[in-house]
């Protein structure tokens, strides 16, 4: 069987859509999915096995460029690749207008979550067959759901499996470390800079090597000012997506906010750390075993503000300490 998905962004919402694949293969022996997702991405869906082909979609660049975009042809040539495979079915996990739009492309059936479960019920104008997924429970679970109905085998019980190899992915050669995923784009869920300094502080005086990852030139300086003159702290050079997976693999265990990485540590099956300030965790939070989520308590925790950052009652102390019980809970089931 051949099914194309469609689920072009964000970093996280690919990253939910992992177990639902695995729960495919595993009921339906040879199943293979082609998968549309925004190219900033693309290399995540080639880490799963059920993946046959990565089609990468430009949404975002294409619509700042639209005359460019129709000169170069990268649009006919997108629309000529979905057509040229004889699909069973399309899957579209994500339930926008973009996500829809791009299944008129395809000849196969086409199935999606219905306008009550949708997030944009316009979407549903293109689909063959609708399925309803209740909304107040976790993303990463409504997809699964979705999956079991559209392909028609019983929802798996248990945790959902992202089907990802950590132990191939890691640098095993690397000594024991500790990730800071310090790097997010609301300005309202950066954890304050004092405060990972002051943690940075903390585990490095217990001995523990810190890596810091950036993204960007404000968040390289910002990892700059947050391991200045501590012994054992660094900040990594630039990395690609893969590069950056490979380093959290091999990571002992993760300190992370609202932020992609932080999902992708989840999907890797690293023991992290995630700090909530204007977001909660029980819809879109990082999802796994070995997850702990930790939120603010101020006023303004949990509202959703893009630009108001509030980190009461979630200062270094209170996460070292939580740190600390993660990776002696670690060290005791070794």
Request: aromatic share 12%; net charge negative; charged share 20%.
């Given at each position: 069987m051949r099914v194309l998905l469609i689920k072009t962004s964000s970093l996280g919402d690919v990253i939910h859509t992992l177990p639902a694949l695995t729960d495919a293969?595993?009921?339906i022996p040879g199943i293979q999915f082609d998968w549309v997702v925004e190219e900033g991405f693309a290399e995540i869906p080639a880490w799963h096995p059920a993946v046959a082909q990565v089609i990468p979609v430009a949404i975002r660049r294409w619509r700042k460029h639209l005359l460019q975009t129709w000169k170069s042809g990268e649009w006919r040539r997108f629309k000529q690749r979905l057509g040229e495979t004889d699909y069973d079915?399309?899957?579209?996990?994500?339930g926008l207008f973009?996500?829809?739009?791009?299944t008129r492309y395809s000849k196969a059936p086409?199935?999606?979550?219905?306008?009550?479960?949708a997030r944009e019920p316009i979407a549903c104008r293109f689909y063959d067959h609708l399925y309803a997924v209740a909304k107040d429970?976790?993303?990463l679970e409504r997809t699964r759901q979705l999956f079991a109905q559209a392909l028609g085998y019983a929802l798996p019980e248990g945790i959902g499996d992202y089907g990802l190899d950590r132990a191939a992915m890691a640098d095993v050669s690397q000594a024991p470390y500790l990730l800071f995923l310090h790097g997010t784009t609301w300005a309202s869920k950066h954890w304050p800079e004092a405060d990972w300094r002051a943690l940075a502080e903390r585990m490095a005086g217990q001995g523990w090597a810190i890596r810091l990852p950036w993204g960007n030139d404000s968040e390289r300086a910002r990892a700059e000012r947050i391991v200045a003159g501590i012994p054992g702290a660094a900040v990594l050079p630039r990395l690609n997506l893969a590069g950056v997976a490979k380093v959290i693999a091999g990571a002992t265990a993760c300190v992370a906010v609202d932020t992609g990485l932080g999902h992708l540590a989840a999907a890797l099956d690293v023991p992290t750390i995630?700090?909530?300030g204007p977001t909660l965790p029980g819809k879109v939070?990082?999802?796994?075993r070995g997850q702990v989520h930790l939120c603010a308590t101020g006023p303004d925790a949990g509202l959703g503000d893009r630009n108001k950052p509030c980190?009461?009652?979630l200062g270094a102390e209170r996460v070292g300490h939580e740190l600390n019980a993660l990776l002696l809970n670690l060290q005791e089931a070794v």
């Open positions: 293969a595993r009921a079915l399309v899957i579209d996990a994500q973009k996500s829809a739009f791009l086409v199935v999606g979550l219905d306008r009550d479960s429970q976790h993303a995630s700090l909530y939070g990082a999802y796994g980190f009461d009652g």
